[in-house]
């Protein structure tokens, strides 16, 4: 019957086309897709490999070049200042000639080509043969008349060609008008050989620009004298706008614009010291071409490889597979329609190897999913559709039939019961988005947020976000009987029924398909679609706090950065003027100014330190009696030489009943105080005021509450900035670390300090109208408010004179560094005592085992060969008399308190941190030399 009409022409199904051809349908259709890919990807990486290596070559070539001029013209400015710290030019009793004697000497150099002395109007006083007789008419006249410091011209003519020319006036004594300029010019070509050694490209040029964008330097030298601006060589648009915006202001970069090259990559820098940018203009056509070349011949290779491959693939399936399947494969679409008796296996049935086996075992699947399938369509089609609450009944069944339908009902009941205990709230919606089914979680979270299930518009609550507008495309696809897509994804934030919180969800829509037969009748199988909202509250709120968290420490780096750098230059910077100058008082200066910033890089040292304890939670106090007063006192005299160099007045006002001496950590008192007042200084114009206030608000019979206040008449500070103030690695405003300087940590270090101490730090301001810092806490009288064992140095005070105060007693230092060896015997060369040293631990053991001279040995920790842990162990394990009892005394710049517990631990007697502090060294010897 069957086989009658599908015998009949109006019922014949149609012709599909052969597994061969569909396999060289896709094998070709992958190929064209592998090779298309394979371009893309090949032309984006090599574009973006192109454009990444004038990135991160222009700029570092545009700095060494720009640095190169720097150091050129450094040269010369020190050339300058100390031609004009000669005594003949600076002295108002030397003669015309003794001046003309030291200007030709330091022209017979190769870098000046002209030096010369004018008077005040302009006039030449005296100079090189080729010193211009005048230069009231040089624009360097003008700039020199405005200033103290050095000036630099731009781009001129001089006698000898193309030259830039430099001016420094001469003062015979302080406070008196200049008595004369010094002014010189040097050779362009010093510039110009810079420029040239700079390979760029074959149409690239390196150029030097002044602050108003003019051409100082270029390999056409032309445009210069004609007063060109970059701007011409920088193309059109607003790129090009930016880019000279951004050259003229002297800042550091690499940026894009076009040009009627194309694409141009331009880099720039500032020339340090003047107001010149060093400009790298490099045309991106200049390096693509080989990149083009290297890419088409990639591109031929590739495909022509992925073309062989298809062709070989679609020979060995098609003889190995498609052949022998081809009777298969009309049964697999007969059984795809349902049509499970007119299934025939002519000469697949009778072959005996894997291809018999899988028509045999195809013919007796085909007859039991027959009989099965009409059963259990109301359970599958169910499900299908989302209902998971209906259930089949079993009780007309027998045999496997009820336990294959009993089973599904079963797995319909344990799915249910996994969607109930999942976290995650799971819905299963319908065409019109009306909810078929949703777990407890669901039904939790639509009661927290105050939503009905039943409420055909509860998607477009869940999306606030979509609800004007409708849900998007992409969702609202997933709805249509043929829509497009299988899921949708997005974040969702709902406030909860009671008005707390806002909480985020993550939102996906999953759709449910139909089954192929009902697709192919053309009717209504969209089947559902499944909601899932996961709470991602927490993460989004790590996410956000993490961002911040990343954010305030990056910029705190970089203002370590600046700050560590800053004295560090100082310290660099006067050794080297030390180092080249014979003049006495210059040196006393550089080394006063390297004391100086030596003690402001340890203060930012130490700062940080603390604040690494107090992120580790090892920050803790050491209480002792203090003179509170005395305490206050010392701080506002430690602060005192600032308030005078800035002309400020300084008020302290102690209150009436404050014990004469107080249980407290004077030490981080003292700290905290000085850190406000040193703010206050900061941040209070010069004239201003700032009063130092302590005062008592409360006493008992053991304790007493002090309250201190600093108040400054300085710059403010808004709310907004206020509830950032005492944040660790920020600052109120980050303009004011440029302004100001400063780590930003002072103030989270003393709030941590005050709450340690049980009270409490607050501010209160006005911007533009100053600032009153406090701070309370309640301090012991009669007994230590916590102890805690101290390093054994608080409270030592320095002997009235060391001068031989250990002479006869010898000491072993063992120390690997040679600087650190000169140090300490310079610092401890006034006592007279005697030095054995030792370069390693081992060798420190080997001088104690042969000698009983020493008195004390000084070890530092970190040594090649053995460290001094182990050579400490060694030396008191041994057997030698005095081994148990000598002091010794750790010598280290760890200086944590768990890395003095473990100097102790290893058998140390006492730890002295680096950098060594002479009082410190004396103290400790004393307690152990006597």
Not at 48 to 55: G, H, Q, S, V, Y
Not at 126 to 151: C, M, Q, Y
Not at 396 to 414: E, V
Not at 537 to 556: I, P, V, Y
């Amino acid at each position: 019957m069957n086989q009658g009409k599908n015998a009949m022409p109006g019922n014949r199904a149609p012709k599909n086309k052969s597994i061969t051809a569909r396999i060289r349908t896709i094998t070709l259709l992958i190929t064209s897709i592998l090779a298309v890919g394979l371009i893309f990807v090949m032309t984006f990486f090599m574009n973006f490999l192109t454009d990444t290596i004038l990135l991160e070559t222009l700029q570092p070539m545009a700095k060494t070049a720009a640095q190169g001029i720097e150091g050129n013209l450094h040269t010369l400015a020190e050339r300058f200042f100390l031609l004009r710290d000669q005594a003949a030019i600076s002295s108002p009793g030397s003669t015309t000639d003794e001046k003309r004697q030291i200007l030709d000497e330091i022209a017979s150099g190769v870098e000046f080509t002209w030096v010369g002395l004018y008077f005040p109007d302009g006039a030449r006083i005296t100079g090189t043969d080729e010193a211009p007789n005048g230069i009231s008419g040089r624009e360097i006249f003008s700039a020199i008349k405005e200033t103290e410091n050095l000036v630099i011209e731009d781009t001129s003519i001089g006698f000898r060609g193309e030259e830039i020319t430099m001016g420094l006036p001469v003062t015979l004594e302080e406070g008196v008008a200049p008595a004369y300029y010094l002014v010189g010019g040097y050779d362009y070509e010093m510039i110009g050989d810079i420029l040239r050694k700079l390979n760029v490209s074959p149409n690239g040029m390196a150029l030097i620009v002044n602050e108003e964008g003019k051409l100082i330097a270029h390999k056409d030298m032309d445009k210069v004298f004609r007063g060109e601006s970059v701007a011409n060589s920088l193309g059109t648009g607003a790129g090009a706008e930016e880019v000279f915006l951004a050259i003229t202001q002297g800042q550091t970069g690499t940026m894009e614009t076009t040009g009627a090259q194309g694409r141009l990559f331009v880099s720039f820098s500032p020339i340090r010291g003047t107001q010149w940018s060093l400009v790298i203009i490099a045309p991106r056509s200049d390096y693509i071409a080989a990149t083009n070349q290297a890419l088409t011949i990639a591109m031929i290779v590739t495909i022509a490889f992925l073309v062989c491959f298809s062709l070989f693939l679609t020979f060995f399936i098609r003889k190995t597979l498609s052949l022998p399947l081809k009777t298969i494969t009309g049964n697999a679409d007969k059984l795809a329609q349902g049509e499970f008796e007119s299934l025939v296996y002519p000469n697949v049935l009778e072959r005996r190897d894997e291809i018999g086996q899988l028509g045999a075992a195809f013919l007796s699947v085909s007859r039991s999913v027959q009989s099965l399938v009409g059963d259990i369509a109301h359970l599958t089609g169910g499900a299908r559709e989302g209902k998971l609450g209906e259930r089949s009944d079993v009780a007309m069944y027998m045999g496997d039939y009820r336990n294959i339908l009993s089973g599904i009902n079963a797995t319909l009941d344990a799915f249910c019961s996994h969607l109930d205990i999942m976290p995650d709230a799971v819905m299963f919606l319908d065409a019109s988005r009306r909810c078929l089914y949703h777990n407890r979680a669901m039904r939790e979270l639509l009661e927290r947020h105050g939503l009905d299930e039943t409420d055909i518009r509860l998607l477009d609550a869940l999306m606030p976000l979509y609800a004007a507008g409708g849900l998007p495309p992409e969702a609202g696809a997933l709805f249509l009987p043929h829509g497009e897509g299988e899921s949708f994804q997005t974040d969702v934030g709902l406030i909860e029924a009671d008005g707390g919180e806002m909480r985020h969800y993550g939102l996906s829509l999953w759709r449910v398909n139909g089954d192929a037969a009902s697709l192919e009748t053309g009717k209504d199988v969209s089947g559902c679609v499944m909601l899932i909202l996961n709470d991602i509250t927490q993460l989004t709120n790590a996410k956000t706090d993490a961002e911040a968290a990343n954010r305030s420490k990056g910029e705190f780096l970089a203002r370590m950065s600046h700050e560590m750098r800053t004295p560090m230059n100082a310290i660099i910077g006067m050794s080297s003027i030390a180092k080249s100058s014979d003049d006495a008082e210059r040196k006393e200066y550089c080394l006063t100014r390297i004391g100086e910033a030596s003690g402001h890089l340890l203060g930012i040292i130490n700062d940080i330190l603390d604040m690494s304890k107090i992120e580790a939670a090892k920050f803790e106090l050491s209480c002792a009696e203090t003179d509170f007063e005395q305490m206050l006192r010392q701080a506002a005299d430690n602060i005192n030489f600032r308030v005078q160099e800035k002309g400020q007045n300084l008020f302290v006002n102690i209150g009436k009943g404050i014990p004469a001496h107080i249980i407290a950590d004077g030490q981080r008192l003292r700290q905290v105080i000085a850190n406000l007042l040193g703010n206050a200084v900061k941040f209070t114009p010069d004239g201003g005021a700032i009063t130092l206030l302590a005062e008592k608000t409360a006493e008992s019979a053991d304790a007493c509450t002090l309250l201190v206040e600093v108040r400054d008449t300085g710059i403010g500070i808004s709310e907004e900035q206020q509830k950032r103030l005492f944040t660790a690695f920020e600052q109120a405003d980050g303009s004011f670390s440029r302004r100001f300087g400063g780590t930003g940590l002072g103030l989270a270090i003393s709030r941590w300090i005050i709450e340690l101490m049980g009270g409490r730090v607050w501010v209160e301001s006005e911007l533009g109208k100053g600032s009153s810092f406090f701070f309370e806490f309640e301090a012991a009288k009669s007994k230590p408010c916590a102890e805690v064992q101290g390093d054994g140095t608080e409270g030592d005070s320095e002997p009235a004179s060391i001068d031989g105060i250990f002479a006869g007693k010898t000491i072993l230092i063992a120390e690997d560094v040679d600087i650190n060896r000169e140090i300490i015997a310079a610092l401890l060369e006034p006592t007279a005592v005697s030095i054995d040293f030792a370069f390693d631990g081992q060798e420190a053991v080997g001088k104690f085992a042969a000698s009983d001279a020493y008195a004390l040995i000084l070890m530092d920790i970190h040594m090649p060969n053995m460290d001094g842990f182990e050579a400490t162990q060694r030396i008191r394990a041994s057997e030698r008399p005095g081994a148990a009892a000598i002091p010794i005394v750790a010598m280290t710049a760890n200086v944590f308190r768990e890395d003095v517990e473990k100097c102790l631990a290893a058998g140390m007697n006492d730890h002295l941190g680096k950098p060594l502090e002479m009082d410190k060294v004396i103290n400790t010897l004393s307690r152990y030399l006597g």
